[in-house]
């Protein structure tokens, strides 16, 4: 059974360039989350769709940061310009959408973005 | 401001004896508690969870306890085995259930 899949695991890139980070969630999952990891901050939510919507985009850090999810397959995250600060692992999770209680989230094995 | 909290940044436990890991959170309104395992250069696993209406929760070497009037939470790990020396994270959600708060994790260390 084929877990969520993350796109780069890595990738070094110079400020000002654009990013792209992808993630195909578990197949039948219809919520889809992104979350940074620093050491800062821990894990952190950026932003979750359900059912290919966003629902909560209040965890991106700024206008830099956008996410789209064009099909229940497929979602990006995408940061232009970047920025060394944006440096993180990034981790995208997949779950079926809770009702009266939460679903486990289950989560890629994220993408390490340096920014030089 | 951090509605969950692991003040213990590691821990280092024997082989064979009892791990035990804290959560406290400050959110009244959670209502689903999990645990999330986490090895290098992997993303989080989930390990096991709780809710607001139970106590306690077991799945083999893995007990939750949940005690809500102190808002806190507590895995316990019988017997340790090196295995589990990884990252521990608790979460916690509301309403919904899909919005979870970390927290911001317990290095455990299991020696042999």
């Known amino acids: 059974d084929a877990g969520v899949i993350q796109s780069p695991r890595h990738e070094v890139t110079e400020m000002g360039q654009e990013v792209t980070l992808r993630c195909k969630p578990i197949?039948?999952?219809?919520?889809l989350f992104w979350y940074r990891q620093t050491m800062m901050r821990g894990l952190e939510l950026l932003i979750y769709?359900?059912?290919?919507?966003?629902?909560?985009d209040s965890g991106m850090p700024e206008d830099r940061f956008s996410a789209k999810m064009p099909n229940a397959s497929f979602s990006t995250l995408k940061i232009q310009p970047s920025e060394p600060r944006d440096s993180a692992v990034y981790f995208c999770?997949?779950?079926?959408?809770?009702?009266?209680?939460?679903?486990?989230?289950?989560f890629g094995d994220g993408t390490r973005l340096s920014i030089l | 401001d951090q509605q969950v909290k692991q003040n213990s940044p590691s821990l280092s436990v024997q082989e064979g004896r009892i791990s035990i890991l804290n959560c406290d959170y400050t959110?009244?309104?959670?209502?689903?508690f999990l645990w999330y395992k986490k090895y290098p250069a992997e993303g989080p696993t989930f390990l096991i969870s709780?809710?607001?209406?139970?106590d306690k929760n077991e799945d083999g070497r893995f007990t939750v306890f949940l005690n809500k009037s102190a808002k806190h939470l507590s895995l316990h790990i019988v017997p340790s085995q090196p295995g589990d020396s990884a990252v521990y994270f608790c979460?916690?959600?509301?309403?919904?259930?899909?919005?979870?708060?970390f927290g911001a994790g317990t290095i455990l260390r299991v020696k042999s």
């Open positions: 197949s039948g999952h219809n919520s």
């Open positions: 959110n009244s309104m959670f209502d689903y």
């Open positions: 999770a997949s779950s079926l959408i809770a009702n009266l209680a939460g679903q486990p989230q289950h």
């Open positions: 769709f359900n059912n290919n919507v966003p629902i909560d």
């Open positions: 709780i809710s607001s209406i139970k």
């Open positions: 979460a916690a959600s509301v309403g919904d259930g899909n919005k979870l708060v």
